[in-house]
């Protein structure tokens, strides 16, 4: 009988181990082979796109330029002749890119140049595979609908600080014969419209900063997922010329009616690339505060909440006992009354009911009295008065200002700022810096379709927690 117990020396152990550690594959790259097709992901425009007839046979993959890029947002390497470098190394990250060879950094730049509107297809794609997942996650959350604007800093030299600083020490030069010169404002003025190595490469202020950038609006859901990300290139202001707006001398302004013109097209395209999609609430900053953005949030695109905060620059005709806010007034000492509900039905008009702020619950029951020293009313109940939201949308948009529920719902707000830093930052959105429109947009498409792969993994593995971290993925 033959003996089992086979004794291993020293060396075959270490043979053994350097097998394994070779051949073994990372859980991350398991993950993406496992759940993920990209046959699935990738329209077949893209393929015939990609594959056409150009006299000679295409020496890479499609999937495989799709994977390399996947992997360098993934991974977070922010040029792409590091990261070839890094696959010329490693053999595994090569192997799953299917590359027989590292091919060079140019191929990766004309993919992304010459098929950026193929790869905002897939990138639509997957939004559309990963809603029904977002749904599940939280339905609640996922009904959320959140947009702002961001700026893609371009790799041009008038982004270098040295570049502000001489224009505004040439000024000061004349200032010194003239004490009230604003040097600054000056220098601003100063400053070219475009920048000089593209001329569509335009100045903006963005973050408190003067900048020249690719701007662009992000859309996310309550989730942080992201939605949509809307490339305002020369397509894009062809397509809506009301976007373009003219420079004026406050740079805050200039930043104002862009963001707020930006708001109809960028919803339009959105609703008319997903028509299934549909959201009840919508959450914007103070920029979106017009009263023509209400009635079209809900007449045109159906939503049924607008947390917006009111612009201090735009004047409200509240009446003289409703504050700024909307919410009524005690008429003797001005208090503001209590929110105490929302009611209406099919055949009548949603109203908010507010009663006095010393009207008190009876203990155990559900009745009310009015504590009040000094009454302004002979009912027992105290004074009571109903606000129509659909008589003042900007007022009453659907949840009324200034209460609790107000606080918590707009507090989410915050997620999309954190989702455009995720985008830009570990996923390398921006910080592949390019002077060129078409590959700055690849590269903030590639990092949303990044982070729409690590929803789909994270769903997969039943990890709902790593749905918005890829780098948490990695390290599971």
Same mark, same amino acid.
Request: with cysteine.
């Given at each position: 009988?033959?003996?089992?117990?086979?004794?291993?020396?020293?060396?075959?152990?270490?043979?053994?181990?350097?097998?394994?550690?070779?051949?073994?594959?990372?859980?991350?790259?398991?993950?993406?082979?496992?759940?993920?097709?990209?046959?699935?992901?990738?329209? $077949?425009?893209?393929?015939?796109?990609?594959?056409?007839?150009?006299?000679?046979?295409?020496?890479?993959? $499609?999937?495989?330029?799709?994977?390399?890029?996947?992997?360098?947002?993934?991974?977070?390497?922010?040029?792409?002749?590091?990261?070839?470098?890094?696959?010329?190394?490693?053999?595994?990250?090569?192997?799953?890119?299917?590359?027989?060879?590292?091919? /060079?950094?140019?191929?990766?730049?004309?993919?992304?140049?010459?098929?950026?509107?193929?790869?905002?297809?897939?990138?639509?794609?997957?939004?559309?595979?990963?809603?029904?997942?977002?749904?599940?996650?939280?339905?609640?959350?996922?009904?959320?609908?959140?947009?702002?604007?961001?700026?893609?800093?371009?790799?041009?030299?008038?982004?270098?600080?040295?570049?502000?600083?001489?224009?505004?020490?040439?000024?000061?030069?004349?200032?010194?014969?003239?004490?009230?010169?604003?040097?600054?404002?000056?220098?601003?003025?100063?400053?070219?419209?475009?920048?000089?190595?593209?001329?569509?490469?335009?100045?903006?202020?963005?973050?408190?900063?003067?900048?020249?950038?690719?701007?662009?609006?992000?859309?996310?859901?309550?989730?942080?997922?992201?939605?949509?990300?809307?490339?305002?290139?020369?397509?894009?202001?062809?397509?809506?010329?009301?976007?373009?707006?003219?420079?004026?001398?406050?740079?805050?302004?200039?930043?104002?009616?862009?963001?707020?013109?930006?708001?109809?097209?960028?919803?339009?395209?959105?609703?008319?690339?997903?028509?299934?999609?549909?959201?009840?609430?919508?959450?914007?900053?103070?920029?979106?505060?017009?009263?023509?953005?209400?009635?079209?949030?809900?007449?045109?695109?159906?939503?049924?909440?607008?947390?917006?905060?009111?612009?201090?620059?735009?004047?409200?005709?509240?009446?003289?006992?409703?504050?700024?806010?909307?919410?009524?007034?005690?008429?003797? /000492?001005?208090?503001?009354?209590?929110?105490?509900?929302?009611?209406?039905?099919?055949?009548?008009?949603?109203?908010?009911?507010?009663?006095?702020?010393?009207?008190?619950?009876?203990?155990?029951?559900?009745?009310?009295?009015?504590?009040?020293?000094?009454?302004?009313?002979?009912?027992?109940?105290?004074?009571?008065?109903?606000?129509?939201?659909?008589?003042?949308?900007?007022?009453?948009?659907?949840?009324?200002?200034?209460?609790?529920?107000?606080?918590?719902?707009?507090?989410?707000?915050?997620?999309?700022?954190?989702?455009?830093?995720? $985008?830009?930052?570990?996923?390398?959105?921006?910080?592949?810096?390019?002077?060129?429109?078409?590959?700055?947009?690849?590269?903030?498409?590639?990092?949303?379709?990044?982070?729409?792969?690590?929803?789909?993994?994270?769903?997969?593995?039943?990890?709902?927690?790593?749905?918005?971290?890829?780098?948490?993925?990695?390290?599971?």
């Amino acid at each position: 009988m033959q003996n089992k117990n086979v004794q291993m020396s020293l060396f075959d152990t270490y043979k053994d181990v350097c097998s394994k550690m070779e051949n073994a594959k990372s859980e991350f790259i398991q993950m993406l082979e496992a759940y993920i097709n990209l046959k699935d992901i990738i329209p $077949l425009k893209f393929y015939w796109a990609f594959y056409r007839n150009l006299g000679r046979k295409r020496e890479y993959t $499609l999937e495989s330029f799709i994977k390399f890029c996947i992997l360098q947002d993934a991974i977070g390497i922010s040029q792409d002749k590091t990261m070839l470098t890094v696959l010329k190394l490693s053999d595994e990250l090569r192997d799953y890119c299917e590359f027989d060879k590292v091919p /060079d950094a140019s191929k990766i730049t004309r993919l992304k140049q010459h098929f950026v509107h193929y790869i905002e297809m897939m990138f639509d794609s997957l939004v559309e595979i990963t809603e029904p997942i977002c749904r599940e996650l939280d339905a609640k959350k996922s009904d959320y609908l959140m947009y702002d604007t961001t700026g893609i800093l371009a790799n041009v030299a008038e982004n270098n600080p040295k570049f502000l600083n001489t224009k505004i020490n040439n000024v000061k030069k004349y200032a010194k014969k003239n004490p009230n010169l604003n040097a600054h404002a000056m220098a601003y003025a100063a400053m070219p419209e475009t920048a000089a190595a593209n001329p569509f490469v335009k100045q903006q202020y963005i973050n408190g900063h003067f900048c020249y950038a690719h701007k662009a609006g992000i859309l996310t859901n309550g989730l942080g997922i992201i939605r949509d990300i809307a490339f305002f290139d020369d397509r894009f202001k062809n397509r809506h010329p009301e976007l373009v707006s003219k420079k004026t001398d406050n740079p805050e302004l200039d930043k104002e009616i862009a963001d707020s013109v930006s708001l109809k097209p960028v919803l339009s395209d959105f609703f008319e690339a997903h028509p299934t999609f549909s959201y009840k609430t919508f959450l914007g900053d103070s920029s979106f505060d017009k009263y023509d953005h209400y009635t079209m949030l809900k007449r045109e695109f159906h939503f049924e909440r607008m947390a917006i905060p009111l612009n201090s620059r735009n004047p409200s005709d509240s009446h003289k006992n409703f504050d700024e806010k909307g919410t009524p007034l005690c008429p003797l /000492d001005k208090t503001p009354f209590t929110y105490i509900g929302k009611s209406g039905g099919e055949n009548r008009s949603t109203r908010f009911k507010w009663v006095c702020h010393k009207s008190e619950i009876v203990p155990k029951s559900s009745k009310r009295i009015c504590t009040c020293e000094t009454p302004c009313t002979d009912s027992s109940y105290g004074r009571c008065v109903y606000t129509y939201p659909d008589k003042d949308l900007r007022l009453y948009p659907g949840i009324p200002r200034g209460t609790e529920h107000w606080a918590n719902l707009y507090k989410h707000r915050t997620l999309i700022e954190r989702t455009i830093n995720i $985008l830009k930052d570990p996923l390398c959105g921006e910080n592949l810096k390019s002077y060129s429109a078409p590959t700055a947009k690849a590269n903030l498409l590639f990092a949303g379709i990044t982070q729409l792969i690590g929803v789909v993994l994270a769903h997969a593995i039943h990890e709902p927690k790593l749905c918005k971290s890829v780098r948490k993925l990695i390290a599971v």
